[in-house]
């Protein structure tokens, strides 16, 4: 009905020692139109061999259910992560969430990839929401989710 | 207190509360169809047991889910990475159908349900909705508590008004339901807005599983086949491709770390006191996994709507009763005649206006208030007037609760006189009990009684007219009390049939007949509520108002026709000076008056098929007289009727005959006192003792309807033989198996 923008918290700094280049990246995902309650949402970046960076953005609420994105909340607790008063913006269907991190030029065209995970009450987990190789061929293309995001963007 | 918390809250919540349990009855049904649908977990079998096939079938797997009503579901991916999920049969551990997402009706009910399809303000909106219908579950309770004297006596039969006895009887099957169902919400609501923090058992290291091993099946790994199948709640995956991830195994009572190699049991963590309460409450209030909880709160919510609806009539009654403002009200220091009212209801405060316009019309200064206001500190008073109802098992009414321990303060016997008028109905145990015991507590601290304590049946004015008159002659004044008790609007009838008896006895008795001089609109509207049953004027039991030619005070008469929109018939004793029946025994055919119909709803048939005694005498027969002939049923009705001679006043004998041959009366007993060996009606329930102890002891009822003495005497003859078998009238009143309408 109305699209929403919001500015969403980064939950944690880029674990990396201290960039030599950085430079500022804006992400933007919107929701497709779902039939369902407001949507839990985790994007993080995984390296070439899939192993977990860094948390860049969730979405949803109320904490205890972010624990159901399992796919990130499995890695994001094994690198010390802990959901407990975490909380995101609230991001439904048709709304769309936008933020601003640091990235480190090295992470650039080097297989570093933004996987976003959703999960909605009632409806099946998207472990696999969508994934964006981080260079220059995906620089402001928008790209699709499988699941309850339409588009994801990311531009620098 | 209560009372006006229970009627605010009710009125103002009533809608958010009707929607929330209608839609919760409604969503109650859906945990009963998931367990019948569920197939069930044999015991012996293990995780194991079918994560194995399940792994082997589905590369991708992610997890295995257990519902609370106990269905298996797993979630996986297709070749194409589409992530599906399937229901999946326990015994051989295959999907057995696509699991589909719950249907937009369900789905809407239930956003409907927590928060009215809108997000936060919506579900703050069900919270305190849920808060309300805890807080009207409890005040509910209490004014059930007070209003029947004492939590033994909670279950005794309701009495009042159809909507009274609705709302007592509905809400002693759903009160706890309710409440169960309320807490739960409110426990719910503050969990959702994290006032109450639930914390998931987590673990806290993760380890990770062992490296450099070969992969094996999930059904050999020795951490899944220890937990019995009926146990699980959750499984998940490792993620595939990931040596490092685990198995995480959910259960009621713990979170287990399991390696995918090795299925060794890497780490336990108990579940978390705030999260089994959560479970707990969470399987209460929807009834997922708990399908007769679920059922019970269902089905008590399906009567909220009655309760809600039969609520609001109670209110309503009582604000047509109430409105306590007072015209030329003179302070309680100056006044002559001070007046307290000590009022349940409200009608007594309706008798004490009447009787303080009247007084002052007699140029007396009269204040009127409450009885909770007594002060002692009437400087002018001559007269103190208590006009009191008696609430529950004799207590105080609500505005006069503190009324003993206020005069318990006054120390000197005061210089005024006081007068007691008690209100009440001789159908209750305690009639007037409250006015006695006050009258009694005044006697004793010495204070002079201008006139004996009166009590007044069912607000007869007639009885309130003659206490003024010995209250006029007590303070040296006419007094003429008029008090009309709101009455309906009258419709006009007219006589169509008139049969006199008894004129012989010198008791003249008429049954008259009437019908709607103008005959009642038919249209659509009118028509569904007949059929409903709502516009139904006239019906047995009830009572007909009828206008004496003054047009002040109506005089009551048991309707004695079945039930009819347009025709009542009632009976009539010529009484010696009585101007009401004097008016109608003068009527003659196509004469017009003005009446009402009244409902009497503490003297009808109980809601039951068993046999009733009706005993009675003279004119008492009417109200039977419209059972027997709406007695369609054939329910056992046993007639006692009383008259003086059978040659006489014998009121519808051909009616009970041609009842008798019919099925419609099972058995008529007559007594007549003017005839050779003369008896009294009470005389032939002692002889029929045998057979009534008989139908007693079957469950039979008993009404009796007469004048005191008789009503007296075969309350006396019942207490006998009820005594055989181990009861009382009085225990069988509380009951709502002896019901009394005197005159």
Redesign the interface.
Known sequence: MFTLLKTATVVAVLGLAAPAQARPFNISITMDSYRGQEAYLAAYIVDANGQYVSTVLTAGTRSRYLADLSRWNRMFQRAGGRVDGFSGASIGSGQSIRTQIDVPDALLNAGYTLRIETAVEDKRYQPDEAAILLGDANNGQPIAGSGYVRTVTVSY | MWRRLHSALGLFALVVVLALAVSGAILSVYPIKDGIAAAPVATGQSVADIAGPLANALPDI??IEVSPSGQISV?Y?DAD?????GIVDPSSGAIIASSP??G?FY?GLK?FHRGFLM?DNGRILAGVGALVMAALSLSGLALLVARTGGWRRIFDAPKGSFAARLHAILTRVALLPLLLSSVTAVYLFAV?F?WIM???A??VA?P?STQGLPAVSAGTLAGLAAVPLQDLRFL?FP?P??S??VF?LRTDASLTVVDQFTGEVLETVPATRSERIYAWFYALHTGEGLAWVGALLGLAATLVPGIGAAGVAIWWQRRRQGGHRVQGNIAAGKAEIVILVGSEGGSTWGFARSLHRDLTAGGKAVHLGAMNDFSGRYGSAEQVIFLTSTYGDGNAPENAAKALSLLAEQVEPPKWQYAVLGFGDRAFPKFCQFAKNLDLALGTRGWTAALPVTLINRQSTQAFASWGNDLGRALGLTLSLSHQVATPPTQRLTLIGRDIYGEAMQAPTAVLRFRLSTPPRTGGLRKLMRFLGAATRYSPTDLLGVLPPDGTVPRYYSIASTASDTEVEICVRKQAGGLCSTYLHDLQIGDEIDAFGRPNPDFTLPFRRKPVSMVSAGTGIAPFAGLIRSNRRKQALHLFWGGRSAGSDFLYEDVLQAAQQSGQLASLTTAFSRMEAGAYVQDRVRADATRLSGLLSKGAAVMVCGGDAMAQAVRAEFDVILATLGTSVDALKQRGLYLEDVF
Do not use: H, I, K, R
Request: net charge negative; charged share 30%; aromatic share 12%.
């Open positions: 992610e997890s979630q991916s990475g589409l992530p599906l999920s997402e719950p937009w789905a956003d997000s959702q994290e639930v914390e998931d987590t673990s993760y990770e998940q993620y491709g990931d490092y991830d995480t």
